[in-house]
């Protein structure tokens, strides 16, 4: 099976896209529940697809090129679980041989194959979180189409713009998801590597960075809405804590496979012989890439198993040592086996009915499938974290993130954010408000022509606004 992948034959490519599409489809139509995250994401692009401009009407962190996907895809497709997933495969399979070709391009490795493409294809089948859109994942794309800029060996005065095109492929994954600034570290050390006149280069790549962010900034100045910009996204804290999304074991047990293919793939290629220059430079600068992964990883407010997709280019590099080394062919084909059997065993635990076996809770990212609610097909607002009120019904008001909305309703003391509130409602008034933070009494105090004009209902906790 391995050594099946080590040619470049066109054939390999078409079983390699029919592998990852027999692995991923089935659970895909089989219709897995949707996630609150993709949720989240919807909502962003229906208020977006409704004419009301990001930061301005929708309190969001979503950085702007992912709030753009989610835009287009609500034209496209509305509230689509499907679309959504079906476009995060399609953005795997892309960065997937991406990624491939750069490495054969560039001679990265003895021999030109689809290895890597193999090992990302098969690793990013692990989990069902793969298949979420996510902005990491839209981000990944970027990183990958600016691999092949930032490697250039660069001359003085020759192919200058490629560094321009590489630092403004690593600006728009930065626009993705803002943690990925970060890998403007691994343009650095691409520079420092493959650079002649290093200075030079360096300042080239950050033009490049910061010009995605000159023209989006100009945008927002010109739509009076940069002040927000820099408050609900570009300026928000850096988190330095680990909090998991989902319970740290789960996690744990989840990654075991990648983890165990990074560390083989790391012995293996530290006891390489010696090769080309460029090969060892580009090794050096893989480990950056890794590096800078684990930092964008471990200082998220919420990890879960989607975060971990940036780590799957250095994986699918190095990954390519180990099956290529000079151990016996059994031996890597058993180890390769035993790979796909724990990604068939992993993602399709749920209808093979071994989950209880396995011990694994997916219920902290899942929606409830049946859910009755109070209010339905209706516009709404929740004053809380509770978003199943969403699942049926219509968001208004900037307020769709709870975190975010703290700036106005956890400063119900401070006469600009009363007065903010006053403004935001006066244009849109939801039909019934859940209050899950107990606030009506105090907002019905402070803004009586706005919040007196509800009525409590016979839920606790909802209510209706009066019939005129």
Request: a neutral charge; charged letters at 10%; one cysteine or more.
């Amino acid at each position: 099976m391995i050594s099946y992948f080590r040619s470049i034959l066109p054939s390999r490519i078409f079983l390699l896209v029919l592998l990852f599409l027999g692995i991923q489809l089935p659970l895909l139509l089989l219709g897995f529940p949707g996630t609150a995250p993709e949720l989240l994401h919807m909502l962003v692009g229906e208020r977006l697809a409704e004419g009301h401009a990001m930061y301005r009407d929708i309190y969001d962190n979503t950085a702007p090129i992912s709030a753009l996907v989610f835009w287009l895809l609500d034209l496209l497709a509305g509230r689509s679980f499907m679309a959504y997933r079906l476009t995060a495969l399609g953005l795997l399979l892309l960065q997937a041989l991406l990624l491939n070709n750069t490495l054969n391009r560039h001679q990265v490795y003895a021999s030109k194959n689809y290895l890597p493409a193999l090992l990302y294809l098969l690793l990013g089948s692990l989990s069902f979180e793969f298949n979420m859109l996510t902005p990491l994942l839209i981000g990944n794309t970027f990183l990958i189409l600016s691999l092949p800029y930032i490697i250039t060996l660069s001359r003085e005065g020759f192919e200058n713009n490629r560094l321009f095109i590489g630092g403004f492929m690593l600006g728009l994954a930065a626009m993705c998801y803002l943690p990925l600034a970060v890998f403007l570290l691994v343009g650095v050390f691409a520079v420092i590597f493959f650079a002649s006149n290093t200075f030079r280069s360096a300042m080239l790549m950050l033009c490049g960075f910061a010009f995605p962010y000159a023209v989006l900034m100009t945008f927002y100045l010109y739509t009076n809405t940069g002040q927000e910009f820099l408050q609900l996204h570009l300026l928000r804290p850096w988190q330095l804590q680990v909090a998991f999304l989902r319970p740290p074991s789960d996690v744990a047990k989840i990654m075991t496979i990648p983890g165990i293919i990074l560390l083989l793939s790391l012995l293996s290629a530290a006891s390489l012989p010696q090769r080309l220059v460029f090969q060892v430079k580009f090794q050096q600068l893989m480990w950056v890439w890794l590096v800078a992964s684990m930092l964008v990883i471990f200082t998220r407010d919420e990890i879960t198993v989607a975060t971990f997709v940036i780590i799957l280019p250095p994986i699918a590099y190095f990954g390519e040592f180990f099956f290529t080394s000079g151990r016996k062919g059994w031996m890597l084909n058993t180890v390769f086996m035993v790979m796909l059997a724990g990604v068939l065993i992993l993602r399709y635990r749920l209808v093979l009915g071994i989950n209880q076996v396995l011990q694994m809770d997916e219920s902290p990212l899942l929606l409830p499938e049946q859910v009755q609610l109070p209010v339905q097909h209706s516009t709404v607002l929740v004053l809380g974290n509770d978003i199943r009120y969403y699942m049926q019904n219509k968001p208004v008001t900037p307020y769709l993130n709870w975190e975010l909305a703290q700036r106005h309703f956890g400063k119900l003391n401070e006469y600009q954010a009363v007065l903010q509130l006053h403004e935001n409602f006066r244009n849109e008034m939801p039909q019934y408000l859940v209050d899950k933070a107990g606030l009506m009494p105090e907002l019905s105090y402070k803004l009586p022509t706005i919040f007196g004009k509800y009525e409590e209902t016979e839920d606790a906790g909802v209510y209706q606004l009066k019939q005129p």
